[in-house]
C-alpha cells in the first residue's frame, strides 16, 4: 500500500445541508464522551452458513479490480455509498440489494478487511466531530426514515468511525488522511479522536 495512492479525496458522501456557520470547537463534554464510547464498535457479521461466506466472497472480490491496496480503501465508499445502516449487519444483508449501501461502521470494517489479507497493520478508531449545525436535523430525520438507530447523532457533536494506519489517520467514508484532532472533514470539525481502547485526544492536546 502507497501513501500516495491514498491522498487523493473521493467525497461520495451525500449532499448534506450546511450552514455557513462553521462548528464551534468547544471540547468534547463527558456526556458526548460517555454516549460516543458507548456505541459498539461496527462489525459486519456471519450466519456462519454458505450465505455469508458466498456474500463476504462477492464483496472483498468486487474490490479486487483495482491492484493496489490503497486504491482499494479509496474505492470502500465508491462501491458502498454512504447510508443509514441498521445494525447488527451481515455480510449476505449487505450483498443483497444491487446498490450497497452502509454507514461509516461499514466502511470502517470494509477498510479492516482489505488492509488485514495485504499484511497491513492498523487499529480501529472513533473520531467526534463537531458537525454544521444544520447537517444534524437532516441526519436525524434521515436516519428515522430509514428505522436506523440514531445514537451516534449528538446536538453538539457526532460520532464517527476511521482508522490509524502506519501512525496517520484514515476516514473510510470521505477516502482520504485527516491530520487528526483539529481537521476538519466534510462532516465538521473533529473535536477530539483516538483508537480502540485508548484515550480520547483533544484538538490541541498536541
Known amino acids: 500500500m502507497t501513501g500516495e495512492r491514498m491522498t487523493g479525496e473521493r467525497r461520495h458522501r451525500p449532499e448534506q445541508p450546511l450552514s455557513e456557520r462553521p462548528p464551534n470547537g468547544s471540547p468534547l463534554s463527558d456526556q458526548d464522551r460517555q454516549r460516543i464510547d458507548s456505541i459498539g464498535l461496527s ?12 456474500a463476504r466472497y462477492l464483496v472483498l472480490r468486487r474490490f479486487e479490480r483495482w491492484a493496489d491496496t490503497g486504491d482499494r480503501l479509496a474505492a470502500v465508499p465508491l462501491l458502498v455509498r454512504w447510508a443509514p445502516t441498521r445494525w ?21 470494517d470494509l477498510a479492516g478487511e482489505l488492509l488485514t489479507p495485504a499484511g497491513v497493520a492498523y487499529a480501529r478508531g472513533r473520531a467526534a466531530i463537531e458537525p454544521y449545525p444544520r447537517a ?10 430509514s428505522d436506523a438507530d440514531d445514537t451516534w447523532i449528538g446536538d453538539e457533536v457526532v460520532h464517527h468511525e476511521v482508522l490509524r494506519i502506519g501512525g496517520r489517520w484514515w476516514d ?18 473533529v ?16
Open 88 to 108: 447488527p449487519l451481515t455480510w449476505c444483508r449487505l450483498a443483497e440489494p444491487d446498490d450497497w449501501a452502509g454507514d461509516c461502521g461499514v466502511h470502517a
Open 172 to 189: 473510510p467514508t470521505e477516502a482520504r488522511w485527516f491530520t487528526g484532532a483539529g481537521a476538519h472533514l466534510l462532516a465538521g470539525r
Open 43 to 54: 462489525r459486519i457479521s456471519h450466519h456462519g452458513d454458505l450465505c455469508c461466506a458466498e
Open 136 to 145: 444534524v436535523p437532516h441526519w436525524r430525520a434521515t436516519w428515522s426514515a
Open 191 to 206: 473535536a477530539a479522536v483516538r483508537t480502540e481502547g485508548a484515550d480520547w485526544s483533544p484538538a490541541g492536546a498536541d
